[in-house]
């Protein structure tokens, strides 16, 4: 059983900075790639960031791009998600998945992750 927990999320001003952080407790945690997604009210989740198992690859969504930083540390089983110059548009519900595979999918969608937590808020204020 994989188990997955968010926490760093919290209101923010327009500008802002916060770091999320994904716990993963249970099955093996090295191996699969990792990534975060988000889902803002009345919108479909969507595909933020994601890194491979060896931290080698790391590919982000347009949207993101030079503001977002994933990362982990395979000896904590941790996973983080560096955010800076955070916008309005950025609140979310922010979710850590996990996948099954060793194979890196650059823009994942959210159906190819197969763990999930249960997510953390980010609320950016204008």
């Known amino acids: 059983q994989v188990q997955l927990v968010e926490s760093g999320g919290g209101l923010v001003q327009t500008g802002g900075s916060l770091r999320l952080s994904c716990a993963n407790s249970g099955r093996t945690f090295t191996n699969y790639n990792t990534g975060w997604f988000r889902q803002a009210p009345g919108k479909e989740r969507e595909f933020v960031a994601i890194i491979s198992w060896s931290g080698t690859d790391r590919a982000y969504a347009d949207s993101v791009k030079g503001r977002f930083t994933i990362s982990r540390d395979n000896a904590k089983n941790m996973v983080y998600l560096q955010m800076n110059s955070l916008k309005p548009e950025d609140t979310a519900i922010y979710y850590c998945?996990?996948?099954?595979?060793?194979?890196?999918?650059?823009?994942?969608?959210?159906?190819?992750?197969?763990?999930w937590g249960k997510g953390t808020l980010v609320t950016v204020s204008s």
């Open positions: 998945a996990k996948d099954q595979t060793t194979y890196f999918h650059s823009t994942p969608t959210a159906a190819m992750m197969h763990y």
